[in-house]
């Protein structure tokens, strides 16, 4: 029998992957984007004309709950940043575009029940009650720079088969002037949970073009960065980022 992917309750609501309030800020965006890759190959690729994504997966207490709640929180903060009437972002700032962030990719891989998520049970029931990301992940915030679109993607790296090889699930929003990053390592089996796990990333200024908002930094992170992403390219750039899980010695 399906259940709430948040809970243990009865899927009994439709959600929009993409918030209402946030496609209201596009209306005249003419398509969006949304594809899905595992190991190089892709799974999925498609055009979505003025996207509409709603997922079944979600009881009507965590639609109209702790999301909803989420929600309300984080979406004065993002409207500040389209708008650009924000320079800095404090702690609490950090963790809820964290947490949203988050929260949004989970629901996403709800688009695609027939492949196996990501995102454990565990893990989302414990950003559903202490707002606890999973281990090994983190967020960062990047500015878009003639980007009118939405756009998500979802990069599922892998080295090794099944448990012997470690994993870094990435997944990419960009709406408008803003995107997000958020990237999750699952190390190989047999590294121990305290030694820390890193990638490959491609060449580029990333340290002037993401801001850092998972983990938080106790220090307030200036707003906008130096350094931009230009249109789709700058977009397509960054969803490609990411390489190789290794470990760190």
């Given at each position: 029998?399906?259940m709430?992917m948040?809970c243990?309750?009865n899927?009994?609501?439709?959600?929009d992957?993409?918030?209402l309030?946030?496609?209201?800020?596009?209306?005249?965006?003419s398509?969006?984007?949304?594809f899905?890759?595992?190991?190089?190959n892709?799974?999925?690729?498609?055009?979505v004309t003025?996207?509409?994504?709603?997922?079944?997966?979600?009881?009507?207490s965590c639609?109209?709950?702790?999301?909803s709640q989420?929600e309300?929180e984080v979406?004065p903060?993002i409207?500040s940043?389209l708008?650009?009437?924000i320079?800095?972002l404090?702690g609490t700032?950090q963790?809820?575009?964290?947490?949203?962030?988050v929260?949004?990719?989970?629901?996403?891989?709800a688009l695609?029940p027939?492949r196996?998520?990501?995102?454990?049970?565990?893990?989302r029931?414990?950003?559903r009650?202490?707002r606890s990301l999973?281990?090994r992940?983190q967020?960062?915030?990047?500015?878009?720079?003639n980007?009118?679109?939405?756009?998500s993607?979802a990069?599922?790296h892998q080295?090794?088969a099944?448990?012997d090889g470690?994993?870094?699930?990435?997944?990419?929003?960009?709406f408008?002037?803003?995107?997000?990053?958020?990237v999750?390592i699952r190390a190989?089996?047999q590294?121990?949970?305290n030694?820390?796990v890193t990638?490959e990333?491609?060449?580029?200024?990333?340290d002037?073009?993401l801001?850092q908002?998972?983990p938080?930094?106790?220090?307030?992170?200036v707003?906008?960065p130096?350094m931009?992403?230009?249109?789709e390219m700058g977009?397509?750039a960054?969803t490609e980022?990411?390489g190789?899980?290794q470990?760190r010695?």
């Open positions: 029998m399906r709430c948040f243990d309750n899927p009994s609501t439709k959600e992957a993409w918030p309030w946030l496609m209201r800020r596009f209306p005249m965006a398509t969006g984007r949304m899905a890759e595992r190991s190089g892709p799974l999925n690729d498609w055009p003025k996207p509409r994504v709603v997922v079944k997966w979600l009881c009507d639609n109209n709950g702790w999301m989420l309300n979406k903060v409207e940043l708008d650009d009437k320079s800095e404090d700032v963790e809820t575009l964290g947490v949203w962030a929260k949004t990719a989970m629901v996403l891989e695609h027939e196996p998520w990501f995102y454990s049970k565990a893990e029931q414990c950003l009650t202490v999973p281990a992940t967020v960062w915030l990047a500015k878009c720079v980007q009118p679109d939405i756009y993607a990069m599922d080295t090794g099944g448990e470690g994993r870094a699930y990435a997944v990419t929003l960009a408008g002037s803003i995107a997000f990053q958020v999750t190989p089996a590294v121990p949970e030694v820390p990638y990333v491609s060449e580029g200024p990333w002037q073009v801001v908002v998972w938080i930094f106790k220090d307030k992170r707003w906008p130096r931009g992403l230009d249109k977009i397509n960054l980022r990411l190789y899980v470990e010695r």
